[in-house]
């Protein structure tokens, strides 16, 4: 039987295991927690969800339900998981995260081809392997990759926002809805919403975060020991710090995380000027987090500061934002679209170390990474998705970017050909034409070549 070493027992590991032993392949996977923590995770369980329990959106006309109606084509066990394990969150796909994660370890742990080991890998194995360490790559593993590749890691800080108990939140000033209650009619209630119905108000709030206290950053070196230095300017743009975003104009919250539109206040006749929005965090939804608030503040300071949002004045902390280091190599230099890396046709890379970002973008990379190992364990080509797929896009993005500029990418239609001319004008028509052809061309694809 054909062997394969899979090193990362994150979302894109397990769906990886998960991919290449449904064809057969024997698989060692390996973790390092609980062994060696990460700082970030609090569980030994696979597929943690570190940040948010969002999955993004389950709309087809938006960039994120395009890739889950993909990965459904292509059958992914994690996405499977992720919807028996949801939450209410309107169109979105939120998950009870330690239901989730534990779920997931059941599969891995219960597969006859999947042998689990807890232990760090240092170095990079020999033999056919899927590296899908993750952001939070030990050192001794990041300094290998760092020698194979040639070039220096890249990375950037990346945060966690609060988890608020739901029962220290003031319903008599916070009210639930969603944000497009009036197209999702059975999505109405799904968040809990504090408002800032005075335009003062939100700005005497946004004057109290620029000026709060943050977290020293450690030096890269610090962390991985490698002599390389970071900036605390190195965000990834995506998952700013809420604090950072403040302190890009007076307005920036309000058209971001704080955006108001959508969410009216049933006791208030017009709209509220900005909105903090609390998503429901674990099955019993006594938890909640704070949407769009991932930030680098004291933990003094996040009491202070966010117990000033109308409806927190009482917020009592079940988990507090957090910013941890997260690490993506020079995948343009050093990966093909099929996830193989140039110099060595056998090893595969997967996950957020690639430069795709997200969950949704990690579980479909692990995905592919499987199926192409497996495919080469079986002397078969391993397979290029097309492009007008969104996680052929994706993986296009990661190996032919520019490095002048290169971030880490979400799944998004700006990254995929131009759709051919047509009368839709509106971004969600101009979204449903794009996860048509998607559909279209993944299924034609699938029936001329064999994915099993």
Same mark, same amino acid.
């Given at each position: 039987m054909q062997e394969l070493t899979i090193i990362g027992g994150?979302?894109?590991g397990a769906e990886a295991a998960w991919q290449a032993a449904q064809r057969g392949i024997q698989v060692r996977l390996y973790e390092m927690r609980p062994q060696r923590e990460t700082g970030a995770h609090l569980t030994p369980h696979l597929a943690e969800l570190v940040c948010s329990n969002s999955l993004g959106s389950n709309q087809e006309n938006r960039a994120s339900g395009t890739l889950k109606a +993909?990965?459904?084509q292509l059958g992914s066990l994690l996405l499977t998981l992720a919807e028996e394990n949801a939450l209410p969150a309107g169109s979105a796909l939120a998950v009870d995260r330690a239901a989730f994660a534990q779920a997931v370890t059941r599969a891995i742990e219960s597969h006859p081809r999947i042998e689990l080991i807890r232990e760090e890998v240092t170095e990079i194995p020999a033999g056919a392997a899927i590296l899908a360490s993750g952001p939070l790559t030990s050192p001794a593993l990041a300094r290998a990759l760092a020698a194979f590749s040639g070039e220096e890691n890249l990375y950037f800080f990346d945060a966690i926002a609060p988890i608020i108990e739901a029962a220290s939140i003031d319903m008599s000033i916070a009210y639930r809805a969603s944000r497009?209650? +009036?197209?999702?009619? +059975?999505?109405?209630?799904?968040?809990?919403?504090c408002p800032f119905h005075q335009k003062e108000e939100y700005l005497a709030f946004v004057e109290t975060l620029q000026n709060a206290q943050r977290i020293t950053l450690k030096p890269f070196e610090e962390e991985m020991e490698s002599g390389v230095t970071a900036g605390e300017n190195q965000f990834f743009e995506g998952c700013l710090p809420v604090e950072i975003i403040a302190r890009r104009g007076t307005k920036a919250l309000a058209y971001g995380p704080m955006r108001p539109v959508g969410l009216?206040?049933?006791?208030?006749p017009r709209r509220p000027y900005a909105v903090v929005q609390l998503r429901q965090d674990n099955l019993a939804g006594d938890l909640y987090n704070m949407v769009g608030f991932q930030t680098n503040l004291t933990f003094s300071e996040q009491r202070r500061v966010f117990r000033s949002i109308p409806g927190l004045q009482n917020a009592e902390f079940a988990r507090y934002g957090q910013m941890h280091r997260n690490t993506f190599l020079a995948s343009p230099k050093i990966l093909l679209p099929t996830l193989q890396t140039k110099a060595r046709p056998n090893l595969f890379l997967a996950g957020q170390i690639t430069g795709v970002e997200g969950y949704m973008g990690n579980i479909a990379t692990g995905l592919l990474a499987g199926i192409n190992a497996a495919r080469l364990l079986g002397n078969r080509q391993p397979l290029e998705l097309p492009r007008e797929t969104m996680l052929g896009a994706l993986c296009w993005y990661v190996t032919h970017a520019s490095m002048k500029d290169f971030q880490p990418m979400k799944a998004n239609f700006g990254i995929l050909p131009p759709l051919p001319p047509s009368d839709a004008k509106s971004k969600r028509e101009r979204g449903a034409l794009h996860a048509a052809r998607s559909a279209q061309v993944l299924r034609e694809m699938m029936e001329n070549v064999a994915f099993g």
């Amino acid at each position: 039987m054909q062997e394969l070493t899979i090193i990362g027992g994150g979302l894109a590991g397990a769906e990886a295991a998960w991919q290449a032993a449904q064809r057969g392949i024997q698989v060692r996977l390996y973790e390092m927690r609980p062994q060696r923590e990460t700082g970030a995770h609090l569980t030994p369980h696979l597929a943690e969800l570190v940040c948010s329990n969002s999955l993004g959106s389950n709309q087809e006309n938006r960039a994120s339900g395009t890739l889950k109606a +993909e990965l459904r084509q292509l059958g992914s066990l994690l996405l499977t998981l992720a919807e028996e394990n949801a939450l209410p969150a309107g169109s979105a796909l939120a998950v009870d995260r330690a239901a989730f994660a534990q779920a997931v370890t059941r599969a891995i742990e219960s597969h006859p081809r999947i042998e689990l080991i807890r232990e760090e890998v240092t170095e990079i194995p020999a033999g056919a392997a899927i590296l899908a360490s993750g952001p939070l790559t030990s050192p001794a593993l990041a300094r290998a990759l760092a020698a194979f590749s040639g070039e220096e890691n890249l990375y950037f800080f990346d945060a966690i926002a609060p988890i608020i108990e739901a029962a220290s939140i003031d319903m008599s000033i916070a009210y639930r809805a969603s944000r497009w209650d +009036e197209t999702d009619p +059975e999505a109405s209630g799904d968040y809990i919403n504090c408002p800032f119905h005075q335009k003062e108000e939100y700005l005497a709030f946004v004057e109290t975060l620029q000026n709060a206290q943050r977290i020293t950053l450690k030096p890269f070196e610090e962390e991985m020991e490698s002599g390389v230095t970071a900036g605390e300017n190195q965000f990834f743009e995506g998952c700013l710090p809420v604090e950072i975003i403040a302190r890009r104009g007076t307005k920036a919250l309000a058209y971001g995380p704080m955006r108001p539109v959508g969410l009216n206040d049933p006791r208030v006749p017009r709209r509220p000027y900005a909105v903090v929005q609390l998503r429901q965090d674990n099955l019993a939804g006594d938890l909640y987090n704070m949407v769009g608030f991932q930030t680098n503040l004291t933990f003094s300071e996040q009491r202070r500061v966010f117990r000033s949002i109308p409806g927190l004045q009482n917020a009592e902390f079940a988990r507090y934002g957090q910013m941890h280091r997260n690490t993506f190599l020079a995948s343009p230099k050093i990966l093909l679209p099929t996830l193989q890396t140039k110099a060595r046709p056998n090893l595969f890379l997967a996950g957020q170390i690639t430069g795709v970002e997200g969950y949704m973008g990690n579980i479909a990379t692990g995905l592919l990474a499987g199926i192409n190992a497996a495919r080469l364990l079986g002397n078969r080509q391993p397979l290029e998705l097309p492009r007008e797929t969104m996680l052929g896009a994706l993986c296009w993005y990661v190996t032919h970017a520019s490095m002048k500029d290169f971030q880490p990418m979400k799944a998004n239609f700006g990254i995929l050909p131009p759709l051919p001319p047509s009368d839709a004008k509106s971004k969600r028509e101009r979204g449903a034409l794009h996860a048509a052809r998607s559909a279209q061309v993944l299924r034609e694809m699938m029936e001329n070549v064999a994915f099993g």
